[in-house]
């Protein structure tokens, strides 16, 4: 199975290209503002700025700001799916298929010009990777604080944090280390500081690898004391997942001895209580 490198998996996404109004959030999922109530501690906020898109091409595309309910608290969702709960309409490439965000509610539209630097009538198409100078930027937050973290994994391949934010901002000219950050603070009222937050993700683009490779596991956390590699499930086939692990991130090199599918659960416990995240893996 191909793998892409770290720095391209950074503006990774969804489906098949197809042009949908800016208006078009689907009303029957997930609502407009923060997530509050029963979904303050459960949901993740969405938040899409179109930033330079913008009534280009005369289509205007104000912030979208939404919370997207997870239907079964306490199991994990990818920042992919986090966007379909929201009722926010998701494009990918031909090319990746799953693999990498084209379009967000229909924008960039393919008709519409984006003026890229060396190429100002540039048109996305959605057949390949869209260019380094413009395309959708993947960020998330706790919701404990006000700061975005740019995403060194891409949407389908990392686990959301229940109560904190995911941000999509669309890039455009812009280098690393000058992405526009999405434009609503990420804070969670709901959410304490001191409390911890884990991730586990598998590096492989699509989940899957064939009997004989290896894959990554990398987490991340914040406010914990010990991290654990928890569990893999089926406990046999999976490759060795056990023990004490480094903080506040780290990876480590599975290597499956079996087909099937695996679960492997990591562990963060801290003042605030304790949390577990989840990532899957398919052996072929």
């Known amino acids: 199975m191909r793998r892409l490198p770290l720095v391209i998996a950074a503006v990774a996404g ?9 208006s078009a959030v689907d009303p029957a999922k997930g609502y407009n503002g923060i997530c509050t109530g029963n979904d303050a501690l459960t949901g993740v906020t969405v938040v ?15 912030t979208i700001t939404r919370c997207s309910p997870n239907a079964t608290p306490g199991t994990d969702r990818t920042g992919i799916k986090a966007l379909q709960d929201a009722g926010i309409a998701v494009a990918g490439v031909a090319q990746w298929g799953l693999g990498f965000v084209c379009r967000l509610e229909g924008r960039p539209a393919a008709t519409e010009a984006i003026p890229v630097s060396g190429n100002p009538t540039y048109k996305e198409a959605c057949v390949r990777t869209p ?24 949407a389908l391949n990392r686990n ?3 109560g904190g934010f995911e941000g999509w901002s669309f890039s455009l000219n812009r280098s690393a280390s000058s ?42 956390s914040a406010n914990a004391t010990t991290l654990t590699a928890q569990s893999v499930a089926p406990a046999a086939g999976g490759g060795a997942w056990s023990g004490s692990l480094a903080g506040p991130g780290g990876s480590q090199t599975i290597t499956p ?6 679960t492997y659960t990591i ?6 209580g304790t949390v577990y995240a989840t990532a899957s893996l398919t052996v072929q």
């Open 14 to 22: 969804l489906i098949a290209a197809s042009a949908t109004p800016a």
């Open 160 to 162: 959301v944090v229940p």
């Open 267 to 272: 562990k963060a416990a801290g003042t605030g």
């Open 179 to 220: 992405n526009p950050v999405p434009r609503v603070t990420p804070l969670n009222p709901a959410v304490n500081a001191g409390n911890p937050t884990v991730s586990l993700s598998a590096d492989d683009l699509d989940h899957k690898i064939t009997l004989g490779q290896s894959t990554t596991l990398t987490w991340t």
């Open 257 to 262: 001895t079996a087909a099937g599918t695996y």
């Open 48 to 62: 899409v700025d179109f930033q330079e898109l913008d009534g280009n091409g005369g289509t205007a595309a104000p």
């Open 131 to 154: 260019p380094a100078g413009a395309y959708w930027s993947y960020w998330n937050a706790t919701g404990a604080t006000s700061t975005w973290t740019y995403s060194s994994y891409g």
